[in-house]
């Protein structure tokens, strides 16, 4: 049988995914062309000949406003034209993905939707875009979501049970499995420096944490942002009770290390679809602390399992903290627990959804 021809449009490589479609490139049975709005934002160290399957790059310019990536090129039309592919997937609702959607509609190619997003994360979505998404997944023939709250957003819309397929978001848990270090600092917080990933109340919190143990605490910042200066100025202020580390920016090399490093690791979002970062602390074998809005929260990071799930109250986060930090059996369980946790959390998993979505699609085609 001759491989499916799959052409995915998403936003930048994302370390998360690129073994994803790689995994598909070596299956044999299907042959994808990714084709990227823009370069890699995340590790931009990773070359593109690494990445082990067909990609193109759209020169249209984009916007990344932290939560909100917008792009629109229409020489994706002309792109598809010429790869003219058995499936198109789009991974969201910009327009250069309903542009890719059109395309498929008009040429008469079978769609499949894809989404990491949740009811809780388009909750506060204008009638345009909701309906938007009510015509691209009428006219969709398989859906593919990241995490149980992204298959229950399709079926808000009238997905069909039986269409429906996840495709896990992971990190390379092996590479994560580390060795402690010596002498580990109690926190880790990894993520850009942006008001709504609430980095300053990461600081807060061990502050509070301090003064429960009755000893100082120390935190590691790893990433950057346009809060790290007034970062750097409340942690001299607060040097007292806790030390912290402004670590920089982490290659997905380097990133292993630094969660070996820590203990603990916090993720007090405003709001995430789903939160990457906690994979590699899960697999790791940290705690994790995390706030209800990030779609890790109930799924990957199960409440008094392998972490505690607080809202943005520093008081809540540091009693669990404490908690973890005073009670070594309970701290041993839960390192235990996240990795175990996260162990079905992994590349062939999200491969092997993905496959049959672009199968299932295929074969509805034929």
Not at 53 to 60: E, K, M, P, S, V
Not at 80 to 89: A, G, M, R, T, W
Request: aromatic content about 12%; glycine content about 6%.
């Amino acid at each position: 049988m001759q491989a499916i021809n799959v052409a995915l449009v998403t936003n930048v490589p994302a370390p998360y995914r690129i073994p994803v479609w790689r995994n598909l490139a070596e299956s044999g049975s299907i042959d994808p062309t990714v084709i990227f709005c823009a370069q890699p934002q995340i590790d931009t160290k990773t070359a593109p000949t690494d990445y082990g399957f067909n990609y193109y790059f759209l020169t249209g310019k984009f916007i990344d406003k932290g939560r909100q990536f917008i792009h629109a090129d229409l020489n994706i039309w002309s792109k598809l034209n010429e790869l003219k592919p058995d499936i198109v997937i789009t991974v969201g609702y910009i327009p250069t993905y309903l542009f890719a959607f059109a395309w498929a509609t008009f040429n008469g190619v079978p769609h499949i939707a894809m989404t990491d997003g949740t009811a809780q994360s388009e909750q506060t979505l204008s009638w345009l875009h909701r309906f938007l998404r009510r015509i691209v997944l009428k006219r969709s023939t398989s859906f593919v979501g990241a995490c149980e709250g992204s298959l229950d957003l399709f079926k808000h819309y009238g997905a069909p049970e039986d269409r429906l397929h996840k495709s896990y978001l992971c990190a390379d848990n092996a590479a994560f499995n580390q060795p402690t270090a010596p002498n580990p600092v109690d926190f880790i917080f990894c993520g850009r420096f942006l008001s709504f990933k609430r980095p300053v109340f990461a600081l807060e919190v061990a502050i509070a944490t301090a003064k429960l143990l009755n000893r100082k605490t120390s935190i590691d910042f790893v990433g950057s942002g346009e809060l790290e200066a007034d970062m750097r100025a409340y942690a001299t202020e607060i040097a007292e009770f806790v030390d912290a580390r402004f670590l920089g920016y982490a290659t997905q090399a380097e990133l292993p290390y630094r969660y070996a490093a820590a203990k603990i690791f916090l993720f007090p979002t405003e709001g995430d679809v789903w939160g990457v970062v906690a994979n590699e602390a899960c697999a790791s074998g940290l705690p994790v602390i995390v706030s209800p809005y990030a779609g890790v929260s109930g799924e990957l990071i199960i409440d008094g399992n392998n972490g505690f799930i607080r809202e943005l109250d520093v008081d809540l986060w540091a009693t669990a903290a404490a908690q973890l930090l005073s009670d070594t059996t309970l701290y041993q369980s839960f390192s235990h627990n996240s990795r175990s946790q996260v162990a079905e959390y992994n590349f062939d998993n999200s491969a092997k959804g993905l496959t049959e979505a672009i199968i299932q699609a295929f074969e509805l085609s034929q």
